[in-house]
């Protein structure tokens, strides 16, 4: 790399000032647009010039075709660095993407077998409830019905009492 080249950052070679840049396309740089379908860029015009002017190549010199080539491998190699930055960006975004489908998925699938579970846990719960409250349900109704029981024995009991002295009453009023 040359002197100009390492110590300035738009590559001006030594000598060349503005009006130079303003001069008309040499055929090599005309050559080199054609070959990328663009405009060339002030650095790469600036690289053509410098090379004939420092390797002293003539407008007519068959090496140029090299150097234009050369050039043009240049240019797409200045722009690896982008294309893989957008390439690892495009990786990123689709690896991304389907990772957050595979989240979601996973998500859906615990929550579901959740609910699942829950629910299996209610019904079982409420299954021992059910179970439970029939149980003392029952319990409650035979004490209250054996309570009763006793309660209406002893009633039935003094009923009968009362009839039989009622009866024994009347019947010694009867023969007395």
Do not use: C
């Not at 002293?56 to 200045?78: C, G, N, P, R, T």
């Not at 719960?125 to 006793?150: I, M, R």
Request: glycine content about 4%; hydrophobic content about 45%.
């Amino acid at each position: 790399m040359s002197r100009a080249m390492e110590n300035s950052e738009t590559f001006l070679p030594p000598g060349l000032d503005d009006e130079a840049q303003e001069e008309p396309l040499s055929p090599q740089i005309k050559a080199f647009e054609r070959l990328v379908k663009r405009a060339a860029t002030d650095a790469e015009k600036v690289r053509l010039l410098e090379t004939a002017r420092t390797l002293k190549i003539s407008d007519d010199d068959a090496v140029w075709v090299i150097f234009v080539a050369l050039q043009y491998h240049l240019a797409l190699y200045e722009q690896m660095p982008e294309r893989i930055t957008q390439a690892q960006q495009e990786l990123f975004d689709q690896q991304q993407a389907q990772l957050d489908r595979q989240f979601d998925a996973a998500r859906k699938k615990q929550k579901d077998s959740m609910q699942q579970i829950v629910a299996q846990a209610q019904k079982a719960f409420l299954d021992d409830a059910h179970k439970s409250v029939n149980l003392a349900v029952e319990a409650a109704v035979k004490k209250h019905v054996k309570g009763a029981q006793k309660y209406g024995a002893r009633i039935a009991w003094g009923v009968l009492a009362g009839w039989l002295a009622g009866f024994g009453a009347a019947f010694a009023l009867m023969y007395l």
